[in-house]
């Protein structure tokens, strides 16, 4: 399960690296909240380059020793208001409480993730559907390989449609 805790610490890093949307699923406050993170992170910064990776060891190995070998059980990292206590304190492992709390609205709100053996899954938002982030799922179809009208039969010619990302 380690490139599974891996791609999941390094997805939650990408999200304290920029602002990303929030959403609450109440326009007015998902605006305010996205406001409030694009000013945090002018005033605070990315996570530079060795916050980042000190982030993302702190996090795996905290998934490691929590979970263990176990291929089973209900792994997932969320983010309601805040983040979960594996998320909050992987970060302040890696950056010390002060530093860390700085980082507390860049956090992206209703947001869960799933890890599972070989597989991992993202709800970014308040109703959001989960979409695969591990392994990575190539959606587009390669050129020249379209459904749709054939010479004797011209027809709209469509891209095939992206696999069902709920089953991995």
Request: glycine residues 8%; negative net charge.
């Amino acid at each position: 399960m380690k490139k599974e805790f891996r791609a999941a610490a390094e997805w939650w890093a990408d999200q304290l690296q920029r602002p990303s949307r929030q959403d609450n699923g109440d326009g007015f406050q998902s605006g305010f909240a996205t406001a409030a993170a694009m000013i945090t992170m002018l005033r605070v910064g990315p996570l530079t380059d060795d916050e980042r990776s000190l982030f993302i060891d702190r996090l795996v190995s905290r998934l490691q020793a929590h979970y263990g070998a176990h291929d089973y059980g209900f792994r997932t990292l969320a983010v309601d208001y805040g983040p979960d206590l594996m998320l909050r304190s992987a970060l302040h492992a890696a950056l010390g409480p002060a530093r860390a709390e700085q980082f507390s609205l860049l956090w992206p709100i209703k947001t869960c993730m799933w890890i599972d053996p070989g597989c991992v899954k993202v709800a970014h938002g308040y109703r959001a559907e989960p979409v695969q982030i591990y392994p990575h799922v190539h959606t587009e179809a390669p050129q020249g390989d379209v459904q749709g009208g054939t010479e004797e039969a011209p027809g709209p010619k469509t891209a095939r449609p992206a696999p069902d990302l709920r089953d991995c």
